[in-house]
């Protein structure tokens, strides 16, 4: 079993910032990619930001220049750095990492940006 527990949501005002944090437990693999999904209401979810286990990154159109994810291939950890959010990234965050064919999730952190 792996587990993926994320950290670090909440409710920011536009222009704020918040980093999400998720840590790996359980049976833990070398992950090929860990990365962040997100999820609005009455859309799909969709990709954010990944990092490759040899360090490359991958960022949606509409979080370039904003948003930096990082993470420690040790540690089994990625965390998203996310600058001058907007109400439009409200959404409910997930975790996720894959290994091979095999995905697995985080149980979401919720983002909420409003004045």
């Known amino acids: 079993q792996v587990h993926l527990v994320e950290s670090g949501g909440g409710l920011v005002q536009p222009g704020g910032s918040l980093t999400l944090s998720c840590v790996a437990s359980?049976?833990?693999?070398?992950?090929?990619?860990m990365g962040w999904y997100r999820q609005a209401p009455g859309k799909q979810r969709e990709l954010v930001a990944s990092?490759?286990?040899?360090?490359?990154?991958y960022y949606v159109d509409s979080v370039k220049g904003r948003f930096a994810i990082s993470g420690d291939n040790a540690k089994h950890t990625v965390s998203l750095q996310m600058n001058s959010l907007q109400p439009e990234d409200t959404a409910v965050y997930y975790c996720?990492?894959?290994?091979?064919?095999?995905?697995?999730w985080g149980q979401g952190t919720q983002v909420t940006v409003s004045s």
């Open positions: 990092r490759s286990r040899d360090g490359r990154s």
């Open positions: 359980g049976t833990i693999f070398n992950f090929n990619t």
């Open positions: 996720n990492a894959i290994f091979f064919g095999s995905a697995y």
